[in-house]
C-alpha cells in the first residue's frame, strides 16, 4: 500500500455498467481526471450475468429515453473502439392478452410518437408470421419495434471502458474502497492501494450501495433480488432462419428470445421475490461473479406458461440456468442523481442495467458537470424517498415491486404492501367515511369517497369514481369542501438572517410584510426548478413555509444547504409531526367562524395572508389560501390535534354543506383554475417556460439562477387547453400532434367536474399555433381547444371573496 494520499475530481465506487457508463459521459463532459474503483474485474457484480435485452416498448417517455439514449452511446462507442458490444437488433413484441394490457399497449404507441421510435400496433396474425412459433390464441394486439434488441454485458461495458481510458480518464481494478471521510471540502477514500482525496465520489456499486453508503451518512433504497433465467438446448427450428425478436409477455413475468440457436427464457415470479444480503449486513465482500441454486418450484408455473406460449422449447433440455443478484427499489426507478451528501451522486439501484446505464450515465454526467439534463429527474432523483423509508419498508416494499413489474400499469396503479404505512390520527375516520386511499410519500390520502371497504378500479379512461369526484368538486364549488393534506412539507425558518436566506433563493421577493404570503419558486444555477414553495412570514425574523410532501426532504435540504457561515438561521422540519386541513368554498368563512374568535372578514384577514389563530381550542396557522380557487384557508396545526379541528369542522359544518374532498376532484378543481403544479414544474425547464414571468421579481435584485433565468431563450411554452373528449382525460406524457407530427407533450390534466369540460396542460414547441391541435391518447387523436384563461373564475373574485 503506497503512503502517498492521489487525488482527483471524481472517484467512482463500482466498476459495472452503470458506473462505466457514468464515468464514460463524464469524459465526453470533458471531466477526465477521474478514478473508476471496481474490487474485482468490470462486471463481475450483476452485470456480467444480465440477460442483456434493451426495449424500445415502455411506457413513459423519461424510460423511452433513458433506453434510446443508451443504445445511441452504445453504438457510437463501437464504431469508436472497434470493440464488438454484441447488438442484435432483432427488434420485439410486447403481448397483450386483458383489455387493459392492450390500452396499455395504444399507450406506448404514445411513446414512441413522442422519441421517434419506429413501432407498430398490430394484431396477433403479425406475431404470428414474424414468429410462427409463438402462439396467439389468447394474443388480442401486441407493439411491434424495429430498432432494439439485446447486447453482450461484458462486450459493452469493456467497449465503454476503452472509449473512457482513451479520453485520459483511469479505472483501476481490484482495489476495493473500504472507507470514507470527511476531509475539509473533499472525501477521503480509503483503498486498498491507498487513499485518495476526491472533490466527487459516484456510487455505483449496485449490491453493495448500502453498505458503501453508510460511509456518507445515508440509507440507499436498493434491495438484491434474484432473478431466474434459463437457456434451453440447440433448437432444431431455429437453424437456418433470421433471430427472432424478443418477445415480453406479462402472462409468465417475463421475456423469451433466442440465444445462439437456443432459447432463453426469463421469469419474474409474480407470488413471492426472493433476496439476498439484506440490510443491515449487506453482501459479502468477497462476493464474484456470484449465481445463486435455480428454484424451480418458485419459477415452474411461470414456466410452464411459457413453454405452453413458445411450444417448440417445452421438450428442450435446459443447459444453463442463471440466476443472480440484481438491485431493485421500492419503486422500481433507479436513484441517479444527487444523494443529499455534499458532492456524493448516487447510479445505482438499477434493475435493468444495460437498458438504463448509458442513458442514465448522460443525465448524472450532465448533472454534475452543467448543472442541469435534458430531462425531468423527480422520478429519478434519490432523494424522492423521505423518512418513512425504514430497512424493513425497503426491503418489503421492494419485493412488491418485485411480484408487481409485470402488472399492467394502469393510471392509478399503486402498491398495496405495508398499508397504512403512516396511521395518522385522520385514518380511521377517513375510512369510516368511504375513503379510498392513495399513497403519498408514505401517507395516506383519500382519493375519492366511496363505500366503506371500496377498491379502487383503475384505468385508462374514466372510472365508477368518476361520478363520486363529480359530486365531491360541485358540493365544494357550492357549499364547501375539506381535505386532509396532513402530507405535506412544513418548515418553519427564523432569525435574523432568515428573510434573506430566503429572498436570496426565491425568483419571486419575499413577503415584505408581518401577516402576508407569496408564491415563491426556487431555482438551481441554471435558472430551472429545484421547487415551489409558498412563504408566510410571520414576522420579520420568523416564516414558514409549505410545499409538495414530497419535496419535504429535498426542499429542507436544498435551504438549509445555502445557508452562508455565520447566519443567524434556524430552521424546523415540521413535516412529520404537523398535519393540514384545507377548507374552502364559499360557506368557508362561516363554517370557521363558528370555531373561532377571529376576524375573518376581508379588512381583518385579506387573501394572501395569514394570521396564527385558535380553531376550537387548537392553535392553528391559518392561511388565507386555496388550490381549489375558492375562498378557504389552510389550517396549519400539530398533527396530534387535527382530529379535534376536523370534527369541530364537521359538526358545524353540517348545516352548511361541508363535504370530503379527495384528490381526484382536488385535482378537477385545480384544472378548473389553471394552475400548475408538480408536472409542470419539473427540473428541465424554468418559470419563463411556463408562464410565470409574474412570480419573477428580477430588477434591483439578485437571486440564485437569476442571470442563467434572464440570459435563457426558451424553446417551449405552455398551452392550457380543454380535450374534447367524454371518456378518457390526459394523465400527462402524452403526444401533442399538429398535422399528425408532434410539436410538444401534456404535461398534467383532468376533468373539470363543474364546468363539464376535459382539461390539460400541453408544452409545445415555442411559436407553436394555438389552432390545429391534438392530443394522442391511446393511439387516437384528439381536438384540444387552447384557452387564453381559465375557464372558471378568471377574474379570480371567488378568493377575495367578502361575504
Not at 209 to 224: D, H, R, T, Y
Not at 382 to 388: A, E, I, K, L, N
Not at 485 to 513: H, V, W, Y
Amino acid at each position: 500500500m503506497s503512503d502517498t494520499i492521489r487525488s482527483t475530481q471524481v472517484a467512482i465506487i463500482g466498476g459495472g455498467i452503470m458506473g462505466v457508463a457514468t464515468q464514460f459521459q463524464l469524459a465526453e463532459n470533458g471531466w477526465t481526471d477521474t478514478i473508476l474503483f471496481e474490487k474485482a474485474e468490470l462486471t463481475s457484480g450483476s452485470t456480467w450475468h444480465a440477460a442483456g435485452q434493451i426495449a424500445h416498448a415502455v411506457g413513459s417517455r423519461i424510460a423511452g429515453w433513458i433506453n434510446k439514449t443508451s443504445i445511441e452511446t452504445y453504438k457510437r462507442v463501437e464504431a469508436e473502439t472497434g470493440q464488438s458490444i454484441g447488438w442484435h437488433e432483432v427488434g420485439g413484441f410486447r403481448i397483450a392478452t386483458t383489455d387493459d394490457e392492450v390500452d396499455w399497449m395504444k399507450s406506448i404507441m404514445g411513446v414512441g410518437k413522442l422519441l421517434d421510435l419506429p413501432m407498430d400496433l398490430v394484431g396477433p396474425e403479425e406475431v404470428a408470421r414474424v414468429n410462427p412459433f409463438y402462439k396467439v390464441d389468447d394474443v388480442k394486439a401486441a407493439v411491434r419495434t424495429f430498432e432494439d434488441g439485446h447486447i453482450d454485458p461484458s462486450g459493452v461495458t469493456m467497449a465503454l471502458a476503452a472509449a473512457t481510458r482513451a479520453r485520459g480518464a483511469k479505472l483501476e481494478r481490484h482495489n476495493r474502497v473500504i472507507g470514507a471521510s470527511r476531509k475539509g471540502d473533499m472525501w477521503l477514500l480509503r483503498t486498498e492501494k491507498g487513499d485518495v482525496l476526491a472533490e466527487h465520489v459516484v456510487i455505483a456499486a449496485g449490491s453493495y450501495a448500502n453498505q458503501v453508503g453508510e460511509w456518507f451518512g445515508l440509507k440507499i433504497p436498493s434491495v438484491s433480488c434474484l432473478h431466474h433465467y434459463l437457456v434451453t438446448d440447440t433448437v432444431p427450428e431455429f437453424e437456418g432462419r433470421p433471430e427472432l425478436p424478443v418477445m415480453r409477455d406479462n402472462a409468465y413475468g417475463g421475456y423469451i428470445r433466442q440465444e445462439q440457436r437456443s432459447g432463453l427464457i426469463g421469469i419474474y415470479e409474480g407470488h413471492v421475490c426472493p433476496t439476498v444480503w439484506e440490510m443491515p449486513d449487506g453482501a459479502p465482500w468477497a462476493a464474484e461473479n456470484e449465481l445463486f441454486e435455480a428454484d424451480y418450484d418458485s419459477i415452474g408455473d411461470f414456466l410452464m406458461v411459457a413453454f405452453d406460449k413458445m411450444p417448440i422449447l417445452a421438450d428442450l433440455g435446459i443447459k444453463r440456468v442463471v440466476r443472480g443478484a440484481i438491485t431493485h427499489t421500492p419503486d422500481g426507478g433507479m436513484l441517479v442523481g444527487p444523494s443529499g451528501a455534499p458532492n456524493v451522486w448516487l447510479s445505482c439501484g438499477s434493475s435493468i442495467g444495460l437498458a438504463w446505464g448509458g442513458g442514465a450515465g448522460k443525465v448524472l454526467a450532465d448533472w454534475m458537470v452543467h448543472g442541469e439534463t435534458e430531462v425531468n429527474t423527480r422520478s429519478m432523483d434519490p432523494r424522492r424517498y423521505g423518512d418513512f423509508s425504514t430497512d424493513h419498508y425497503i426491503v418489503e416494499r421492494t419485493k412488491d415491486e418485485f411480484m408487481r413489474r409485470h402488472d399492467t400499469p394502469c393510471p392509478g396503479k399503486q402498491f398495496h404492501s405495508l398499508r397504512p404505512l403512516n396511521r395518522h390520527p385522520l385514518y380511521d375516520r377517513l375510512a369510516a367515511k368511504g375513503a379510498v386511499f392513495g399513497e403519498v410519500a408514505g401517507w395516506e390520502r383519500p382519493r375519492y369517497f366511496g363505500e366503506v371497504g371500496e377498491v379502487e378500479k383503475i384505468g385508462w379512461g374514466h372510472q365508477g369514481w368518476h361520478d363520486n369526484a363529480t359530486r365531491e368538486a360541485k358540493a365544494t364549488r357550492e357549499a364547501a369542501g375539506v381535505i386532509d393534506l396532513c402530507a405535506f412539507a412544513q418548515f418553519e425558518i427564523t432569525g435574523k438572517d432568515a428573510g434573506a436566506l430566503l429572498n436570496r433563493l426565491s425568483a419571486n421577493t419575499i413577503p415584505q410584510e408581518d401577516g402576508r404570503i407569496s408564491l415563491n419558486h426556487l431555482l438551481t444555477e441554471k435558472g430551472k426548478f429545484e421547487t415551489e414553495i409558498t412563504i408566510w412570514r410571520i414576522a420579520e425574523d420568523r416564516y414558514f413555509t409549505g410545499s409538495a410532501i414530497a419535496r419535504a426532504n429535498p426542499d429542507f435540504d436544498w435551504i438549509r444547504s445555502h445557508t452562508r457561515a455565520g447566519e443567524d438561521v434556524q430552521i424546523v422540519n415540521r413535516s412529520a409531526d404537523w398535519g393540514m386541513l384545507a377548507l374552502s368554498g364559499p360557506n368557508s368563512r362561516r363554517i370557521l367562524a363558528s370555531l373561532t374568535d377571529a376576524d375573518l372578514s376581508n379588512a381583518s384577514f385579506p387573501w394572501l395572508s395569514g394570521q396564527e389563530i385558535e380553531v376550537a381550542g387548537v392553535t392553528c396557522y391559518a392561511l388565507r389560501v386555496a388550490f381549489t380557487g375558492e375562498l378557504g384557508w389552510e389550517l396549519h396545526m400539530p398533527l396530534e390535534h387535527a382530529a379535534q379541528v376536523y370534527d369541530a369542522l364537521f359538526e358545524t359544518g353540517a348545516e352548511h354543506g361541508l363535504t370530503d374532498l379527495g384528490s381526484y376532484a382536488f385535482n378537477g378543481l385545480r384544472m378548473e383554475k389553471a394552475y400548475r403544479a408538480s408536472g409542470e414544474l419539473t427540473t428541465d425547464v424554468g418559470p419563463y417556460d411556463v408562464g410565470l414571468e409574474r412570480f419573477v421579481r428580477a430588477k434591483d435584485r439578485d437571486f440564485l439562477g437569476r442571470d442563467a433565468l434572464l440570459e435563457a431563450n426558451p424553446g417551449w411554452e405552455l398551452f392550457y387547453a380543454e380535450l374534447h373528449s367524454e371518456d378518457i382525460d390526459i394523465h400527462g406524457g402524452e403526444p401533442v400532434l399538429q398535422d399528425g407530427q408532434p410539436v410538444g407533450l401534456t404535461t398534467s390534466g383532468g376533468y373539470g367536474y363543474t364546468v363539464g369540460k376535459s382539461l390539460g396542460w400541453l408544452f409545445v414547441r415555442k411559436g407553436t399555433p394555438k389552432t390545429g391541435l391534438q392530443v394522442q391518447l391511446l393511439n387516437q387523436t384528439y381536438d384540444v381547444t387552447v384557452q387564453d384563461d381559465a375557464v372558471f373564475d378568471p377574474q379570480n373574485l371567488r378568493p377575495r371573496a367578502d361575504a
